[in-house]
């Protein structure tokens, strides 16, 4: 099972990025997938999680609105959409794979792991 994030990098504050998460074929597509960060000192936390047909989404309060969460179950591709990014979102991002079909904040639903790609926000 292998899940593969890129798309992180340097954007100046208020700039946008987009993450992408690769998942394998041997993944069941039928699991919910979130995605989650972690900044340096910080626990990780969750940031937004899709069902697997995608068709519900959730966020955490300090992304909602300017994060969107989708996935490509076709290309098995999980993305984030990040807008209006801030110094508060600096973080390694990670997606994930979930237990069951339906998304969820909690983190020990989640199963597999991405290796996790770096969100650096200069101001």
């Known amino acids: 099972v292998q899940l593969q994030a890129s798309g992180g990098g340097v954007v100046q504050s208020g700039g946008s990025l987009t993450l992408s998460c690769v998942v394998s074929?041997?993944?069941?597509?039928?699991?919910?997938m979130g995605w989650f960060r972690q900044a340096p000192g910080k626990e990780r936390e969750f940031v937004a999680a899709?069902?697997?047909?995608?068709?519900?989404?959730i966020y955490a309060d300090s992304v909602k609105g300017r994060f969107t969460i989708s996935r490509d179950r076709a290309q098995n591709i999980l993305y984030l959409q990040m807008n209006n990014l801030g110094p508060e979102d600096a973080a390694v991002y990670y997606c994930?794979?979930?237990?069951?079909?339906?998304?969820?904040?909690?983190?020990?639903?989640?199963?597999?792991w991405g290796q996790g790609t770096l969100v650096t926000v200069s101001s």
């Open positions: 994930a794979s979930a237990r069951q079909a339906w998304a969820t904040r909690d983190l020990t639903m989640y199963n597999y």
């Open positions: 074929r041997r993944t069941s597509s039928n699991n919910g």
């Open positions: 899709v069902s697997w047909r995608g068709s519900d989404a």
